[in-house]
């Protein structure tokens, strides 16, 4: 199992970016997807999740109506749209994938891409 | 939002030391809860999932405990390859929160 993470940078506030997930190693389309963002120096945000068929997706209160969570199950690949970023916003940003309902019964984050890092600032 | 209540902040120990974190929730979230260890510069690795059950390929120094509101993660005999930080996980419901973070040190 390999979760590759392209698409970080530096962002101006107001600006957007967006974030790629490339999996490998599982079948992708069965399995719930989620980010999850940490703050340089300080601990861990559950950002957003999207669906094994992308139909469902939920989102942190901090980014609901700026962040869509997408995925292509034809190319194995998982974004994070992000528009209208703020300084806040600023972190390491990790894809992960969750076995619930696959490999388990509970839902956990077993499989964690490498972090992309996003610095909003002027 | 549920939120998670982790402690201590962080803890110093020998090695072969008996160590605990505990997790404290705002509210009933079951066994549904996992704890991470988190080396600088790495992303998050799973360790236990659903309170106790320990994540494949992990040593069984580490185990957990607890449902409801309260949850313990111990490491049986404390190992320098265990130095990191930990963090528990509520996945009960959405917004999925953490725990603010325990750092470990030898």
């Known amino acids: 199992v390999q979760l590759v993470q392209s698409g970080g940078g530096l962002v101006q506030p107001g600006g957007s970016l967006r974030l790629s997930c490339a999996a490998s190693g599982f079948t992708f389309r069965r399995f719930w997807m989620h980010w999850v963002r940490q703050v340089p120096g300080k601990g861990l945000l559950w950002v957003a999740r999207?669906?094994?068929?992308?139909?469902?997706?939920t989102y942190a209160d901090s980014v609901k109506g700026r962040f869509t969570i997408s995925r292509d199950n034809a190319r194995d690949t998982l974004f994070l749209q992000m528009n209208s970023l703020r300084a806040e916003d600023t972190g390491v940003y990790y894809c992960?994938?969750?076995?619930?309902?696959?490999?388990?019964?509970?839902?956990?984050?077993?499989?964690w891409g490498q972090g992309a890092r996003l610095t909003v600032s002027s | 939002a549920i939120q998670m209540t982790q402690s201590p902040s962080s803890l110093s120990a020998y090695v072969g030391d008996r160590v605990s974190i505990t997790c404290r929730a705002s509210q009933d979230i079951r066994n549904e809860l996992g704890w991470y260890q988190q080396k600088p510069g790495s992303a998050p690795k799973l360790l236990i999932y659903a309170a106790s059950t320990l994540q494949s390929g992990v040593p069984s120094r580490f185990s957990g405990s607890g449902s409801g509101t309260d949850f313990t993660l111990t490491i049986s005999s404390l190992q320098p390859a265990d130095i990191g930080t930990y963090y528990c996980?509520?996945?009960?419901?959405?917004?999925?929160?953490f725990g603010q973070g325990t750092k470990v040190e030898i």
């Open positions: 999207i669906s094994s068929d992308g139909s469902g997706t």
């Open positions: 992960a994938r969750d076995p619930g309902g696959v490999l388990q019964f509970a839902d956990a984050l077993d499989y």
């Open positions: 996980l509520q996945e009960y419901n959405y917004p999925w929160t």
